[in-house]
């Protein structure tokens, strides 16, 4: 993968980085207009609900399931990218979003930096983000290669909304512990589609419309490429 990219420094003016989720919260989730369209198991994604343990899902949601489940599985949130799914609080960090690069080429990136599990009996200092990338519907999962990862028991991967599909091999299932060795990435199947779009229309009469139906009328100006 790209590897971990550090959220910059807050600027004087403008948004990027945004503070998506401040300090000191526990079981927040929070929504966020996305820069692009973003395609995601057959679907083009606006927008997506970030929350503060570890998980992101496209679309709009409320849930703030801190308990986290093996992977694929019916029980909500579905349609998830979780890099690090566990019970956690942003602590003294903060959830944070910012885009890199330019059109058709752009990164939206996902960052929960410098965060802690929840549990008083570890002191954690967790970074680790999701980016998303234009155009190719790339899926990444990166891991600051410094911190504490010692109080952990997460899922990592990704599901489609349907709760039957994931990938992310071994670490999705719900009992991973320790600094994660690997970043991942999720490239989704190409298909190439190429034709033109028809349509049916029923045939007029001097009574109204006939019983009859014309079929195989090609669409004006549609290709399918």
Do not use: M
């Amino acid at each position: 993968t790209g590897g971990y990219v550090e959220p910059p420094a807050p600027p004087a003016t403008g948004t990027d980085p945004a503070v998506l989720i401040a300090a000191a919260q526990d079981d927040q989730t929070k929504s966020v207009d996305l820069p692009f369209e973003f395609p995601f198991f057959g679907r083009l994604a606006t927008k997506v609900s970030v929350c503060s343990n570890g998980w992101l899902a496209f679309g709009t949601t409320t849930a703030t399931e801190s308990s986290n489940a093996s992977l694929p599985t019916a029980t909500a949130p579905n349609g998830i990218v979780a890099p690090l799914w566990d019970d956690l609080t942003t602590g003294t960090g903060a959830v944070k979003t910012f885009t890199t690069g330019t059109t058709p080429n752009r990164v939206f990136i996902v960052a929960w930096h410098h965060v802690d599990t929840f549990s008083a009996l570890s002191n954690d200092d967790l970074s680790f983000e999701v980016k998303l990338h234009e155009t190719t519907g790339v899926i990444e999962l990166a891991y600051a290669s410094l911190g504490s990862w010692s109080g952990l028991s997460y899922t990592a991967g990704i599901e489609d909304p349907s709760g039957t599909i994931a990938f992310g091999a071994g670490n999705t299932g719900n009992g991973n512990s320790g600094q994660p060795v690997f970043d991942w990435r999720f490239t989704p199947k190409a298909v190439a589609v190429s034709g033109t779009l028809l349509r049916d229309r029923p045939v007029a009469a001097t009574t109204g419309l006939g019983v009859t139906t014309e079929t195989g009328l090609p669409v004006a100006a549609i290709d399918l490429d």
